[in-house]
């Protein structure tokens, strides 16, 4: 049985993984960076499940800096730089755990354009997307992420 760590701002991929993939696999969650990293430092996890996008998460707790990124590359401008880190937020958790030494595969549910799933894989190894909640298809993408195909 896969042991497969889902890493969101709320609870909707739990839930569908529960759901439609049912006793496929254990389940852990977590709704941070922080509560992510403390997960694959206790537990074994075969398979990373990130959303990209974590627009409810409190600013103190998004990895990324918005203040920083704001002056890097927005030229000061706060609001643009904290949609840019919300939109970009499980990229950034997948790049805080691969410093942290953890390379288990990862999966985004995000219709995820190829260049941006190629700069993802070049950047952080074995990186996967499926683009909808299509339960099939996730099944199809974790058996191939099992067995060490690329997606």
């Excluded at 969101?8 to 922080?34: I, K, M, N, V």
């Excluded at 990324?64 to 002056?71: H, L």
């Amino acid at each position: 049985m896969a042991r497969i760590l889902i890493v969101e701002d709320g609870t909707e991929y739990l839930d569908f993984f529960r759901l439609f993939l049912g006793g496929e696999a254990d389940y852990q969650q977590a709704q941070s960076c922080e509560d992510a990293l403390e997960i694959l430092g206790d537990e074994v996890v075969d398979v990373v499940v990130l959303d990209m996008r974590f627009d409810r998460t409190p600013e103190e707790d998004l990895v990324g800096g918005v203040e920083e990124t704001a002056g890097a590359y927005f030229g000061g401008d706060l609001d643009r730089a904290q949609r840019y880190v919300q939109d970009n937020q499980g990229a950034m958790i997948l790049a805080r755990m691969r410093e942290a030494g953890h390379n288990q595969p990862a999966l985004f549910v995000t219709d995820m354009p190829g260049r941006k799933l190629e700069n993802l894989r070049e950047l952080y190894g074995r990186v996967h997307a499926v683009p909808t909640f299509d339960a099939a298809a996730i099944r199809s993408e974790l058996e191939a992420v099992s067995k060490g195909e690329e997606g």
